[in-house]
């Protein structure tokens, strides 16, 4: 079982950019999908990027359409620490974001999400 714990959420203005960390604990970091999802009240939860190990030395990043160009997803395995750098935040980004970690490959259903963070909150002005 893989611990997670966001941060780097918060307030800003339509157009802004915010990062958020998650800081993962287990030993099988490095060979798990990593991913972020959100969720708007009343929504359901939703793929936003994943980052998953082709090789021990490639990884593959997989968006969501609505995100695509706007967020990139990294992980530094060393760290034990997957990132997602949000840019040009629009209000409909407005939401709870959270980390989870997956077995599979290259994964987007909730379902294959074993592990998950607590969420951090996203709230985008216009």
């Known amino acids: 079982q893989v611990q997670l714990v966001e941060s780097g959420g918060g307030l800003v203005q339509a157009g802004g950019s915010l990062r958020l960390t998650c800081a993962a604990s287990g030993r099988t970091f490095s060979s798990n999908t990593m991913g972020w999802f959100r969720q708007a009240p009343g929504k359901e939860r939703d793929f936003v990027a994943a980052?998953?190990?082709?090789?021990?030395?490639?990884?593959?990043?997989d968006y969501a359409d609505t995100v695509k160009d706007r967020f990139t997803i990294s992980r530094d395995n060393a760290k034990n620490t997957v990132y997602l750098e949000m840019n040009n935040l629009q209000p409909e980004d407005t939401a709870v974001y959270y980390c989870?970690?997956?077995?599979?490959?290259?994964?987007?259903?909730?379902?294959?999400?074993?592990?998950w963070g607590q969420g951090t909150q996203v709230t985008v002005s216009s």
């Open positions: 980052i998953s190990r082709r090789n021990p030395f490639t990884y593959y990043a």
């Open positions: 989870a970690s997956a077995a599979q490959f290259r994964s987007r259903a909730v379902a294959d999400f074993g592990s």
